[in-house]
């Protein structure tokens, strides 16, 4: 098999040893730069990478990825797509091939640590799609960018992952307008709805977040209810920024309703009803998202439901309804989760002589 891993690149330059290193398992790199100014060309060229240069005027992330796909051979048999800040574990190349020897498929799916810890320990994970068939397959929208396709998709899970480690310097400003310009240009696509309402949380504007995450769940393609839950949850962050508790708790119930499978959901009520002093509830909810041991496989879990956030929660709704014993217990595991942060090991302190 001929396998091609083609790229865009801007101002990467301290991560182009790396990716090149994990990416060399390829039989051909290919990257397209949109206007670097530091060395990420020059060092690019240097391991030998085939680079082509060009400025995306204006700037969409699918335009630049429809063109690098463009510079892929037409006889590659598979092609794969990361981005300079991202590694795959070594080995990956044998894996690929082993798990698609004989077998018709159009993309592959496969595990991504978006989110690692300082000693790599992944704590958002999900699986992406970015491996796939030289034909037939087109990046669509300006940011959060999907590949698609026109033709019957045979996706195949293999056993190989990816590992994200961002530049956390970079700057995401153009992520709004790109997003407001998709929902532009395709009003009815529900992911770029739901994007564009998170986008309005992160930037603190409650109006347009609110009107934007109610489209998204209005939309009639909208009916995958992880991502459903997370406008709900969304929704609920934003009426409690706007200063309406009712709306709030009513928007995390939804939340859980909707998908309540998910811990995300339980967790963030349980945390609006600590702040409100509200500890029998927070207790009761608190201990149903324990009961949630799995993550999804989506992009939708977040970090916060499962480290030592959550079962801080969890010690002080214990302790301030009495379950004094729970509350020691709780509170250790948050410790052993994050040993630095010293307020829990007061809190342990406190609790103990209640717990005799």
Partial sequence: MKVVVYAISKNEEKFVKRWVDSMKEADEIIVLDTGSSDKTVELLKKYKVKVYEEKIDPWRFDVARNHSLEKVPVDTDICVCTDLDEVFEPGWREILEKSLQGKDFTRVRYLYHWKLKENDIPCVSFYLDKIHKREGYIWKHPVHEVLTTNEKEKIIEVPITLKHYPDHKKSRSSYLPLLEMSVKEDPDDDRNLHYLGREYMYYQKWDPCIETLHKHLHC?????????????????????????????????????????????????????????????????????????????????????????????????????????????????????????????????????????
Wanted: proline fraction near 3%; hydrophobic fraction near 35%; charged fraction near 35%.
């Fill in 220 to 356: 009639k393609k909208a009916t995958w209810k992880d991502e459903r839950a997370a406008s709900m949850r969304f929704l609920a962050r934003a009426y409690f920024a706007k200063g309406y508790p009712e709306e709030t708790e009513f928007w995390y119930q939804k939340a859980i309703e909707e998908a309540p499978y998910l811990k995300e959901g339980y967790v963030e009520l349980g945390s609006f009803y600590e702040i409100g002093s509200r500890y029998d509830l927070a207790y009761e909810v608190l201990k149903k998202a324990e009961k949630i041991k799995e993550k999804s496989k989506s992009y939708i879990n977040e970090e916060f439901a499962w480290n030592d956030s959550f079962y801080d929660l969890l010690s002080l709704a214990s302790f301030y309804t009495k379950h004094y014993q729970e509350s020691v217990e709780y509170v250790k595991k948050a410790i052993l989760l994050n040993p630095e942060e010293t307020r829990y090991q007061k809190n342990l302190e406190y609790f103990l002589p209640y717990s005799k």
